[in-house]
């Protein structure tokens, strides 16, 4: 339960990973064969969808080719995004770690069970996640990975060292895949590949806009460091956004009202910054699902029926305890985002075209304001003219 610089952390990762593994969902009944062809499928559309996604966005760059796409299962998922959070976290961990050292055996103490327990509640929060998420651009994946055990049958990529260089890396959940394209009964080659498309298009803004990822993570870094250094202090509000989840039946509980463990974790200043990623994040998400329904129509021939049965399935989740998790840990915002920025993307191509649109790719003073993602004309005004 060390940092990679040799102090303790304030999140047992290790137990994190192994609460979550042990509590994540099986996924759906697939024989060897359908698997293996699904996988290699994904694999095919991803190559694929790179080349509809350049096409129709005018954005493209050679790093593409040197950023992996990993086919990996719920577990791989959770420890590819375990390394990534122990990556984006460890100036913030350094620091509580000084400051535990400072206070003796006895705060060394307290940090190690704190630890473990936040440990075991990442854990939960994970197992949760691995079952939801289809694909992912991990855009803080570190060069170097902890080795995992290959899955059954030598089925899925594993992340593990040497395999994640920068800027990221692109993952399909390929349980999740399917288990979806089964619950929506859709046509799951045609899915598959539009699923490819909205996760190509993130890869594709990375790689094609170098300053962004350098951006997204100063902002980042920003943020952690307005967090309240008091390893006590953090490990508690952390356990009770973690462990206050509205859950049906919970007297007093009002799930209208349930805030998101950032709302609950955040200072201040902090809510300024997460305002301006959530603009950032919203440009992302709009743009991903603006290019995915562009192209679907000339590749996905049941484009149509797959975002209106989507539309319906992400709009009323899977059950009341899946609603409050979902606001709970800030899901919902997330849904907005996809919402409210392809309402921006589509209004300020309407006006200047995709190539107009571009410009908001030119530097962090071009991408929109949070205010803006609501009226894309202002952005229009102020960067087009």
Not at 193 to 202: A, F, M, N, P
Not at 208 to 217: F, S
Request: net charge neutral; aromatic share 6%; charged share 25%.
């Amino acid at each position: 339960m060390t940092s990679a610089s040799g102090g303790a952390e304030m999140v047992d990762w290790d137990l994190a990973v192994a609460t979550a593994t042990r509590l994540a969902r099986p996924g759906p009944r697939v024989g060897r064969e359908e698997a293996r062809t699904a996988v290699a499928e994904l694999r095919r559309h991803a190559a694929e969808a790179e080349r509809h996604v350049r096409e129709y966005t005018g954005m493209g760059s050679t790093a593409v080719a040197e950023t992996p796409v990993l086919v990996v299962d719920r577990p791989g998922w959770v420890r590819a995004n375990v390394a990534g959070f122990r990556t984006v976290v460890r100036p913030l961990t350094e620091k509580l770690a000084a400051r535990r050292q400072g206070g003796g055996r006895g705060a060394a103490a307290a940090g190690s069970a704190g630890a473990k327990a936040t440990g075991v509640e990442v854990g939960v929060v994970l197992a949760f996640l691995s079952a939801k998420v289809l694909g992912q651009y991990e855009t803080f994946a570190p060069s170097e990975l902890p080795s995992a055990p290959d899955s059954p049958e030598g089925l899925f990529d594993q992340p593990r060292r040497g395999l994640a260089v920068p800027p990221g890396r692109l993952l399909l959940v390929a349980p999740n895949i399917v288990q979806v394209e089964r619950e929506l009964d859709v046509d799951p080659h045609d899915f598959r590949l539009w699923v490819c498309l909205h996760e190509e298009t993130h890869r594709t803004q990375f790689t094609a806009v170098p300053w962004l990822r350098d951006h997204i993570q100063s902002e980042v870094q920003d943020f952690l460091a307005q967090t309240d250094v008091d390893p006590a202090a953090f490990l508690e509000r952390l356990r009770e956004a973690l462990g206050g989840l509205p859950l049906p039946g919970r007297s007093g509980a009002r799930r209208e009202a349930a805030p998101s463990v950032t709302d609950l974790v955040q200072t201040p200043a902090q809510r300024e910054i997460l305002a301006r990623l959530t603009a950032v994040m919203s440009l992302l998400e709009g743009h991903a699902d603006v290019v995915m329904d562009g192209v679907g129509p000339a590749v996905v021939p049941s484009v149509a029926e797959i975002r209106e049965k989507f539309q319906r399935r992400r709009d009323r989740g899977s059950g009341r305890l899946d609603l409050a998790l979902r606001r709970l840990l800030g899901m919902d915002a997330k849904l907005r985002q996809y919402q409210d920025g392809a309402v921006f993307v589509r209004g300020v191509v309407e006006r200047v075209g995709m190539e107009g649109f571009n410009r908001v790719w030119t530097s962090p003073n071009t991408l929109p304001t949070k205010e803006e993602v609501h009226d894309p004309a202002s952005w229009v005004s102020r960067v087009i003219g």
